[in-house]
């Protein structure tokens, strides 16, 4: 793979001494057309280093051999001209291939760009956060006046709100719906609040699955003293009124989707006797029962 | 010759010292640190990085300290393949000593080789790292050029050899020996001490010529050696004979004998290494030499350095004249007169 070393002090200095010189023109020349590589042939440049070493020469022999050597010359400028238009080809091919590593550049400078788009928006959005935050913090250290801050009582059913009843003594008054914003909130009422219930109790709607032909006697419930999440309700199950038909255990209870109090949904088996069911019904968040849920199998 | 022989002296010099504080660098490495360093300490003509240093110079005004450590490299990743060769050839004796799997034994020896090979990249990394993106894309794409080049030359050679391949042409040594020698040992080291010296401002190929004409010059000058009564680096007279090397000599004489002794060459050739005898390879040292082979591979030679000459004169015979630019002309002449 590499070129063998020579490094024997023991060596002659000229081990071949006799070195026959190129003899003219062909030798020293890149013109490789079909009038170069002979005796007779235009010189090259390299002509007047070697033409004492030729000077008189022109033994039959010795010009075959010339001949041949310029051929060698000739033939050796073509293998070099080959290797280097694989050399280019090979390379025109890499450079068209699927990719090339002198994509890298541009590709390097895309990503760099795309990176500086990012982080410039990243920046954007953050300052976006801070003047935002600090909008809101401006807002916090002014105090309210006395009286402004309105707190809004726990959920009201919204269906409520329909039709207006008298309010009771411990609950707020209502109060029209547009007027809530500016009035005092003790004096004032949400948009949606209930106008039959009073505030004290929520609107209970019962739904049934499994029995076909059951109804609820129930239809509000006490409202928590505490916020209390939907999850937190429950209700003991359902035992007959003069019967002994198994208790109905299954009730669940959720928001109304509507905004209407909450909603019970009781499953009654099939063939579950006719009659009526009663249980009481609670919160996680206090020992008083907020009411019985009435429900009849018919 | 003093001028340039002086050129020489230092610009080994500097490259040895550069090489030593390479391989001084990192953790101490048992089984691998001697290794390295080994026949970077034999010595060395140190040819490839004063090719490399003086066209630097030529091109750029001064051998930097970039051109150097490429220098450093260079000299590195051939004693990297130094050492495969040896093992690939079997040799015994590289620089008057024992080849380093000789001492050590092939396994050691091939992981020191890899080792020295990659080894190599860091100082050419730190020669171009400062000098743009630009100047490393031309220097490693002439790095990886060379080295697909080399290992194809290498093995066209390995080839010819353990495939017996016969009725080979003239243009396939040339092809060979343009791929295994040439390119590793001038031309690459001539195009990287004109990408660094010129700051990647000039063509690498413009050096391609010159190196391919001086290497084809030094390769057959080095076979014909082997056949004198000298061969000169430890090796056995007709040593490439008995090994069957396909030489220009050898695809010559088997053209220019009779059909009976063509015969008896190829049987020559068919026979494994052991199996050539002594009578045999005399027989085909003294057949070359009647067929004219030795006197034509003499005259290719010459005919190579001339147009060695005429490529360096286009190349360089523009350049105003400096002692680089001597010394990378006188290598033509050094050629045969190397001792």
Not at chain 1, 49 to 66: E, I, K, S
Not at chain 2, 137 to 155: H, K, L, N, P
């Amino acid at each position: 793979m590499t070129t063998p070393e020579n490094n024997d002090p023991t060596a002659p200095a000229d081990p071949q001494p006799h070195i026959v010189r190129p003899p003219e023109g062909p030798q020293t020349s890149p013109n490789r057309g079909p009038d170069t590589g002979t005796t007779t042939g235009k010189a090259g440049k390299g002509e007047e280093a070697h033409q004492p070493h030729q000077t008189g020469v022109r033994d039959p022999d010795v010009l075959a051999v010339n001949e041949a050597v310029a051929s060698t010359v000739r033939t050796a400028y073509d293998v070099l001209s080959d290797t280097i238009a694989q050399g280019r080809k090979a390379a025109e091919q890499f450079r068209v291939g699927a990719y090339n590593v002198r994509d890298v550049p541009e590709d390097l400078r895309h990503m760099a760009g795309n990176l500086l788009g990012l982080a410039r928006q990243l920046s954007s959005t953050t300052f976006d956060i801070c003047e935002a935050l600090l909008r809101q913090a401006d807002g916090v250290m002014t105090p309210p006046p006395p009286g402004s801050t309105h707190v809004a009582p726990f959920q009201t059913p919204k269906g409520e709100q329909a039709a207006p009843k008298p309010a009771a003594a411990h609950a707020p008054a209502p109060a029209p719906a547009p007027a809530a914003a500016a009035a005092p909130a003790h004096a004032s009422a949400p948009a949606h609040a209930p106008a039959t219930a009073p505030a004290s109790e929520i609107h209970l709607t019962v739904t049934f699955e499994g029995h076909d032909s059951a109804r609820a006697h129930t239809t509000t419930i006490s409202r928590p003293k505490t916020p209390t999440g939907t999850e937190q309700f429950a209700c003991d199950g359902l035992i007959q009124r003069g019967g002994s038909a198994a208790p109905i255990t299954a009730v669940a209870f959720d928001a109304h989707p509507n905004g209407r109090g909450m909603v019970a949904t009781v499953y009654v088996p099939p063939e579950h006797p006719k009659g009526v069911y009663v249980g009481a019904v609670y919160c996680a968040t206090q020992d008083l029962p907020l009411g019985q849920l009435v429900i009849e199998i018919e | 010759m003093a001028v340039e022989g002086a050129l020489l002296q230092r610009y080994g010099a500097a490259t040895r010292a550069e090489v030593m504080r390479y391989l001084a660098a990192g953790a101490p490495s048992p089984f691998l640190d001697e290794m390295l360093a080994d026949y970077p300490a034999r010595g060395g003509k140190m040819l490839r990085p004063a090719i490399c240093l003086a066209n630097a110079a030529v091109f750029g005004g001064e051998a930097s300290a970039a051109a150097v450590r490429a220098a450093a490299a260079i000299e590195m990743l051939h004693n990297a393949l130094l050492i495969h060769d040896d093992v690939q050839d079997g040799s015994e004796l590289r620089r008057g000593k024992p080849t380093l799997h000789a001492l050590h034994g092939v396994p050691l020896a091939i992981n020191a080789g890899d080792a020295l090979l990659f080894a190599a990249f860091a100082p050419l990394i730190d020669a171009v790292t400062s000098l743009g993106s630009h100047v490393i894309r031309q220097v490693m794409d002439v790095t990886s050029t060379m080295a697909r080049q080399t290992a194809e030359g290498q093995a066209l050679e390995l080839g010819w050899r353990d495939r017996n391949v016969t009725g080979l042409t003239e243009a396939d040594y040339m092809r060979m020996a343009l791929k295994k020698t040439a390119w590793m040992g001038m031309i690459w080291p001539a195009q990287l001490g004109l990408i660094i010296g010129s700051r990647g401002r000039l063509d690498p190929e413009m050096v391609l010529r010159f190196g391919y004409f001086l290497g084809l010059a030094f390769q057959i000058e080095d076979d014909l050696r082997n056949l004198s009564e000298d061969p000169g680096y430890g090796k056995e007279q007709n040593g490439d004979l008995a090994e069957a090397k396909r030489t220009l000599m050898l695809i010559h004489v088997r053209t220019a004998c009779d059909a009976e002794e063509r015969a008896r060459l190829d049987s020559f050739l068919a026979l494994s290494r052991e199996d050539r005898s002594a009578e045999d390879v005399l027989w085909l040292a003294r057949l070359m030499h009647e067929r004219g082979s030795i006197a034509h591979a003499r005259a290719v030679a010459a005919a190579m350095a001339g147009a060695a000459e005429h490529e360096f004169a286009a190349v360089y015979g523009a350049l105003p004249p400096s002692e680089e630019g001597i010394f990378l002309g006188s290598l033509v002449r050094w050629v045969f007169d190397r001792v």
